[in-house]
């Protein structure tokens, strides 16, 4: 059996400076986990056997297997590797906060290649890795490691994405990891025009690393402005085409072929019996409702219905 599976360790920044904004605009923060929920929704909803582990940096405390006292703080493995689910998900849109403490974004990384590593131990069908990193590179960072991340990354062929600001730009609109201070990032999302931010030296020197990595190994970086649309597309489910044999009759003549389905229609294996209010104090229920057949699917009131 191929391959085909993915193993994704996605690494968020939750430091002070990715809860910065201006009044009325979106943090840093939000847009990432905004993006995060897309990346999990379409796992989720395409029934894919990928797994997918959330690490956080920035912390308050500090919770991940190569903690020692020293090294790795403010490093949190929150969810370890395995299939995308809805605990997962509502985990990251109910559980996730801003911290006043700043967390080391190549350690981070380390923790997750070490999670990765060791997570798919015994595991086959996995065919890939791939980094996701959620920052706006403002928080202190040391790379004394940094050869051997890179070489770790290569030998292991894991991907990296980062997604934040826009590399090369010295300014960089709400959302996309906009300078720090007390008028730092803000968010986007399409509300209102998008305003220009000065980055600070942190970020430009975070930004620098970055792209020396991206240019090591296979890799991009994407802004939030560039990544959330990109998200927002439904993902298929990928099925693996089944054939079935049987004998095309031309006359007297058989000939043995391999018939596919092109089109078929699809049903999700999710049941459904537990859905998420968007006000919890008001109890979901079920509402039936009874269509004609005909183009207009015009509804039938149910004292026209008679018992068949």
Known sequence: MAA?????????????????????????????????????QRKIFAESKDEVALILFGTTGTDNPLDDGESYQHITLLSPLSVADFDLLQMVQSDL????????????????????EKGLQGKKGFGSRRLILFTDLGGPFGDQELDTIVAAMSNTKTELNVIGPSLGDDTAAE?????????????????????????????KSGEALVKHMLDQVNGECYSFSEA????????SRQVKPMAWKC???????????????KVKNFTLKQSWKKVYAQ?????????PTYHMTNEEETEVEKEDMVEG
């Open 4 to 40: 085909s599976k993915e193993a994704i360790a996605i690494i968020l920044d939750v430091g002070p400076s990715m809860n910065q904004a201006p009044p009325g605009t979106v943090t840093s923060l939000e847009s990432a986990i905004e993006g995060i929920n897309m990346i999990l």
């Open 97 to 116: 906060q801003p911290s006043d403490t700043p967390g080391d974004f190549l350690d981070a990384i380390v923790v997750a290649l070490d999670h990765l």
């Open 175 to 203: 959302g996309d990891g906009g300078a720090g201070g007390g008028d730092g990032p803000g968010g986007s999302s399409g509300a209102g025009p998008s305003t220009r931010k000065e980055k600070t030296s942190q970020q």
């Open 247 to 261: 004998n095309l009759e031309i006359g007297q003549m058989e000939i043995p072929i391999n018939g596919y389905s």
């Open 228 to 235: 959330l649309p990109a998200l927002s597309y439904f993902q």
């Open 279 to 287: 006000d919890p104090n008001v109890i979901p229920r079920t509402l």
